[in-house]
C-alpha cells in the first residue's frame, strides 16, 4: 500500500530522465569525435601522410545507376570546426535531398596567417550509423589542402545519400573539423627537400 508521503513516478519524470540521458550520450558522441582529433593529427604530423578519410571508389558509378526515391526528405544539416588560425564554414547550413539525388554543399577555407599552411578534414555523422549511407563523390577531405598566407578557397562536397538509409532517420548532420598538418608546411617541406639533395 503507498502512504501519502510516498509518489508514483509519472510520465514527466520518465520524460525527464530519458531527455538526461538521450544529453549525456550525445555529448559523450561529440566530445569522442573530437579527442579523436588530437591523434589523427599527430599521426599526419609524424608520417606526412594523407590517409585519413578514405576515397569512396564506387560512390560515382553509384550515383549514376541509383534511383531517386522522391517519396522521402532528408535534412543534411553541416557543421564546421576548427583546430587553428582558420576560417572555415559552410555557405549553407542546411538542405533537403531526397535519397540518390546528387547533391552539392560548398565549404569556405581561410588561412588566417601570413605563411602557407596545410590542413587537414575529418569528417563525421550525427547519427554515427548514417555514415555508411552517406556517399561522397568529391570531398576536400580526401587530400590535405595547401593554403597559401591569407588565402580564401572553397571546396565543393558532392554526395548522394543511399536510399537504404533506415527510415527511421529523416536528419544527418555532416560535421568537418579541420586543422593544421604541422609537419607539412612550406618551411617544412624546404627543410626537407634541403635535406633529401644534400644526403645524395
Known amino acids: 500500500m503507498t502512504t501519502p508521503q510516498e509518489k508514483t ?13 538521450l544529453a549525456v550520450v550525445i555529448l559523450l558522441m561529440f566530445g569522442f ?7 589523427y593529427k599527430a599521426i599526419c604530423e609524424i608520417t606526412g601522410i594523407n590517409f585519413l578519410t578514405k576515397i569512396d571508389d564506387d560512390a560515382a558509378e553509384f550515383a549514376k545507376n541509383t534511383q531517386v526515391d522522391a517519396s522521402r526528405t532528408i535534412k543534411i544539416v553541416f557543421d564546421a570546426n576548427i583546430h587553428g588560425p582558420w576560417r572555415f564554414r559552410p555557405v549553407q ?31 563525421s555523422y550525427a547519427p554515427m550509423a548514417a555514415g555508411q549511407y552517406f556517399k561522397k563523390i568529391e570531398c576536400f577531405c580526401f587530400t590535405q589542402q595547401d593554403l597559401k598566407a591569407r588565402e580564401t578557397r572553397q ?5 548522394v545519400v543511399d536510399p537504404k538509409l ?35
Open 9 to 21: 513516478p509519472g510520465p514527466a519524470s520518465d520524460n525527464r530522465r530519458m531527455l538526461g540521458k
Open 33 to 39: 569525435g573530437y579527442a579523436l582529433v588530437p591523434m
Open 155 to 159: 571546396f565543393p562536397v558532392v554526395f
Open 93 to 123: 547550413t542546411s538542405m533537403e535531398v531526397n535519397p540518390g539525388e546528387l547533391a552539392t554543399i560548398t565549404y569556405e577555407i581561410a588561412n588566417q596567417q601570413d605563411r602557407e599552411m596545410v590542413g587537414q578534414a575529418i569528417p
Open 166 to 200: 533506415p527510415k527511421e532517420v529523416t536528419t544527418i548532420t555532416l560535421s568537418y573539423t579541420f586543422f593544421e598538418v604541422a609537419g607539412r608546411t612550406a618551411a617544412g617541406k624546404d627543410a626537407a627537400a634541403g635535406a633529401g639533395a644534400g644526403g645524395v
